[in-house]
């Protein structure tokens, strides 16, 4: 009855007038946490979740993502559907809860004192027990090694804005191979389709092979792809334009780059804030050339990359941006012949990386030909996204010179699979062409907005289906 009451736009838009006027940001995340989950935007990661906590070898959870991701969201949601109770600690938010873990080392003792400090019952095997924001206490970080090692029967789950930035810092204790890890990313074209329009992702979901799909269900997939693709797919973001709110998909894209930027301020000296907010800002003119490869003095003129390594490092670290290095040959493992000084740097985010540019979304419907290359690179941008949550965040691509590139390079299954990327419904190009008579690969993939089809090794998958393409290439092993 709750959720169907929250779902009508009146009671809706009365509590984003709450939150706007909200005394502090916690009574703000409080009322946007109940908004979301209002949304009931189902998220895959949940399935990992579970099984971390059934592993018998469960070891404490650190969760690693960008920021305004979800991952305080995913952590209450979980540890409310999974566990009998759920205590939820923020060491950002009461500096207090710090000074249990600079006290003691005993993991139960801490469970004794945080008891006193939350109205859930913590108990082994029926809690979860949230650390937020674990980065504001280094002494919270390295008491997970001693949950590892003396009371594993109590489920931990930490996460942090800015977490991967801790990992070798010298003020944290790591605990090395004492905590598991999980990678959260942006909400996927999948997950959107499946708030969106539950039935239509049946359909998405069974398909399988590489054959073309119905028209009708072509269409109607791409109708709601075009709205993913101007949203992307920051919850808060995603959730606005599931309720048909425009203005605000643009409003809470521009304060989430406000946000980056005070990070920026915050986690970093004032030099390589700057650093890191010019490489940031230079992202859009990176990737609108047609050779899409890093170039320092885009950064500013006359830059080099010593000056600037550093910063590109951060936003690597940060989660805002994904590097992907160049490979002149294509042989087993890539790691084994990137080449470490050309790469491309791709955004965290499609929605971030157009209002970054300065774009409406509505450019995606104008067909000017002065947009064609900025289309082409938010489309690799996307397929990114879905690479690397399918398999992983270490990827390439293929160059030969000034004669020839493909967008990226997919090591699956000891194979190299080429990859090129289309916006459109223009296909034509000699790139695919001349790796294909330089390497004769077993399988080609081809991403565009035609649609399914398998023509000998290439196989051609509409963008809205990017997130299936593993299914797609075990599917393709059975025909």
């Known amino acids: ?71 305080t969201w995913i952590l209450k949601h979980f540890g409310e559907t999974a566990f009998e109770h759920c205590a939820y600690f923020s060491l950002d938010e009461d500096n207090h809860i710090g000074d249990i873990f600079k006290t003691t080392k005993d993991p139960r003792r801490i469970i004794e004192q945080l008891q006193f400090l939350s109205d859930a019952v913590i108990s082994p095997g029926s809690t979860l027990v949230i650390l937020d924001e674990i980065q504001e206490c280094p002494e919270a970080l390295a008491s997970l090694k001693y949950f590892c090692e003396k009371a594993p029967e109590y489920a931990v789950a930490a996460a942090g804005s800015l977490l991967g930035l801790t990992i070798g810092h010298r003020d944290f204790s790591f605990p090395v191979g004492k905590v598991d890890h ?29 054959q073309p799909l119905p028209q009708i269900f072509f269409d109607r997939l791409s109708e709601v792809f075009n709205a993913y693709r101007v949203c992307g797919g920051m919850p808060e973001v995603a959730t606005a334009m599931l ?12 304060n989430i780059l406000k946000d980056y930027r005070l990070d920026f301020v915050k986690h970093t000296t004032p030099a ?107 489309a690799e941008n996307y397929v990114l996204q879905s690479l690397v949550m399918q398999f992983g965040k270490e990827q390439h691509y293929w160059s030969s010179g000034n ?18 990327v289309k916006s459109g419904i223009s296909v034509t190009g000699k790139s695919l062409s001349q790796y294909t008579k330089t390497f004769a690969p077993h399988l080609r993939i081809r991403y565009s907005m035609l649609n399914m089809k398998q023509d000998g090794t290439l196989i051609n998958i509409p963008l809205f289906l990017a997130d299936k393409t593993k299914d797609i290439l075990m599917a393709t092993r059975t025909i």
């Open 1 to 71: 009855m709750l959720n169907n009451l929250i779902k009508n736009n009146v009671l809706y838009c009365f509590l984003l007038f709450l939150c706007i006027f909200a005394q502090n940001k916690y009574q703000k995340r409080e009322i946007l946490h109940i908004i979301l989950t209002s949304m009931t935007i189902e998220r895959s990661i949940i399935h990992q979740l579970n099984e971390w906590k059934n592993r018998i070898d469960r070891k404490p959870l650190l969760l690693f993502g960008a920021r305004q991701i979800g991952k």
């Open 182 to 210: 999980l990678d959260m990313f942006p909400l996927s074209f999948s997950e959107f389709l499946k708030a969106k329009d539950e039935r239509l992702y049946s359909y998405y979901a069974s398909v399988l092979e590489p």
């Open 243 to 254: 309720s048909g709110d425009m203005q605000g998909v643009e409003t809470k894209l521009s």
């Open 272 to 378: 390589l804030a700057n650093k890191a907010g010019h490489v940031w800002q230079s992202l859009p003119s990176q990737l609108a050339k047609e050779n899409r490869k890093f170039i320092y003095q885009l950064v500013r003129p006359g830059a080099r990359a010593r000056e600037y390594e550093d910063a590109l490092i951060w936003l690597q670290n940060a989660g805002l941006v994904y590097k992907v290095s160049l490979c002149k040959e294509s042989r087993l493992p890539l790691k084994a012949y990137e080449d470490l000084g050309v790469f491309k740097i791709y955004a965290v985010d499609i929605g971030i990386l157009r209002c970054l540019a300065g774009m409406s979304g509505s450019f995606y419907f104008t067909p000017a030909e002065q947009f064609k290359e900025f289309k082409g690179a938010l």
């Open 403 to 420: 004669t020839a590139e493909l967008e990226f390079l997919l090591q699956w299954e000891n194979e190299i699979l080429p990859i090129e």
